[in-house]
């Protein structure tokens, strides 16, 4: 048997018939040192491997993964996996590439530690969807906020492969959807960070933004083309539940990503205040109008006119925190209120007869007051789609 460690690669030649890692760790952990993301194994020069001989693929394969890093294995003839395959620790967690080449170019994909930049504030962006849109939204949001931008691709492996397998075509594509989307953000001359994130599922992205120490991220639920990846709208409902951070998920973008709202509404529900401060940042510049309505539910077994003179109160102070706050980022901010019998579905007609063309609906972290109306309005947006819809919940 012949060991050789070169690089990022370790060789070996000859017969495997017994366990051989602990000849091996030494310059495992070597190759580490300088490519703390992973290493290769190639078994190319292999003539032979007994199932004893592959328990070596299973110690590599735990040692590698307990320094945080990946192991690739190439050069297995089809017999010698399917040996490998007898052994439990092989059979589940080793990831074959199908060259050198194809290795490599996965391990360099990987980082340990989220790369970020020295902005006080940090948005995460991940390339699902309509990926364009939700880059616009985010840019628009960063504005005034010593703000970065990172970009990740979420890469879904299958329960079947272990989580470090490489995925050459999908791997491929999403750096070029990256270099794709790091352009856009360029021209906005905000500093911009990229990354590779191989998750179960599209919900992986609240612990790449934790590690990243995130501030928020504008999520795109839209379905994007037949190859493109993208996130089912019950994953992200359960993203924005659990993340700590800001989630604002867009659905319903115009066919041109970059074209700005003219007409946006708002219900006075939840963190409205907090609506109508992304909505006329969405709009700072330009000649958008921002409506907020506050809904006066009256029940059918009283007139729709009926005396409200809480609500009634309530609605000109939202009137006028609205308009103070549009005043700041010099925005036209119209204020209303309107009397309804269901104050989700009433909102939804609505939106659906005077001609907005995006609704942002806001909720808090915490469950009380109308928070379950907001919460209703925000899914039934989504699924209606009366115009482009932005549900956003505020970070804890």
């Given amino acids: 048997m012949i060991i050789e460690a070169r690089d990022d690669t370790i060789t070996l030649r000859g017969e495997v018939k017994s366990n051989i890692w602990p000849a091996i760790q030494a310059a495992a952990a070597l190759l580490l ?23 070596t693929l299973a110690d590599a394969s735990e040692f590698i993964a307990a320094q945080n890093a990946r ?21 589940s967690q080793l990831p074959i590439a199908a060259t050198v080449e194809e290795a490599r170019s996965s391990l360099e994909l990987g980082e340990l530690t989220p790369q970020r930049g020295k902005a006080r ?51 491929t594509a999403g750096q070029a959807r990256l270099e794709q989307a790091r352009g856009l953000v360029r021209k906005t001359r905000l500093d911009c960070y990229t990354h590779v994130e191989r998750v179960r599922s599209e919900t992986g992205l609240e612990e790449f933004a934790q590690r990243l120490n995130a501030d928020f991220s504008v999520v795109s639920i839209d379905r994007a083309g037949k190859d493109e990846p993208c996130m089912e709208e019950a994953e992200a409902l359960s993203l924005q539940e ?14 041109e990503p970059v074209r700005p709202p003219a007409n946006i509404v708002i219900p006075a529900m939840g963190a ?23 809904v006066i539910a009256i029940p059918r077994t009283e007139p729709l006119d009926a005396s409200r003179p809480d609500a009634e ?25 309107e009397r309804v019998r269901d104050p989700v579905l009433g909102f939804l007609r609505i939106v659906q007869t005077r001609g907005f063309d995006l609704a942002v609906v806001g909720v808090k972290r915490e469950t009380s007051g109308d ?26």
């Fill in 71 to 91: 192991i690739m294995v190439v050069g297995l003839t089809d017999e010698m996996l399917r040996i490998g395959n007898t052994v439990p620790g092989v059979r």
């Fill in 121 to 171: 504030v940090a948005a995460v962006v991940p390339i699902l969807g309509n990926w364009r849109r939700a880059i616009y939204f985010a840019d628009k949001l960063a504005i005034g906020e010593h703000c970065e931008v990172h970009l990740v691709d979420l890469i879904r492996v299958p329960r079947t492969l272990p989580i470090g397998s490489p995925l050459h075509e999908r791997e």
């Fill in 313 to 337: 109160a309530a609605a000109s102070d939202c009137a006028k925190e609205a308009l103070r706050i549009g005043k700041r980022y010099g925005v036209k901010v119209n204020s209303t209120s």
């Fill in 272 to 294: 409205w205040d907090h609506a109508v401060e992304h909505a006329c940042k969405l709009v700072a510049g330009g000649d958008a109008e921002v409506t907020v309505i506050y």
């Fill in 33 to 55: 040192e300088n490519h703390p993301t992973g290493i290769i194994l190639d078994g190319s020069g292999l003539t032979k491997i007994t199932a004893k001989g592959a328990e």
């Fill in 242 to 255: 659990a993340a700590p951070f800001e989630v604002s998920i867009i659905k319903g973008a115009p066919s």
């Fill in 371 to 396: 928070y379950h109306i907001a919460h209703a309005t925000a899914v039934m947006l989504l699924d209606e789609l009366p115009c482009e819809t932005i549900f956003l919940r505020t970070a804890g």
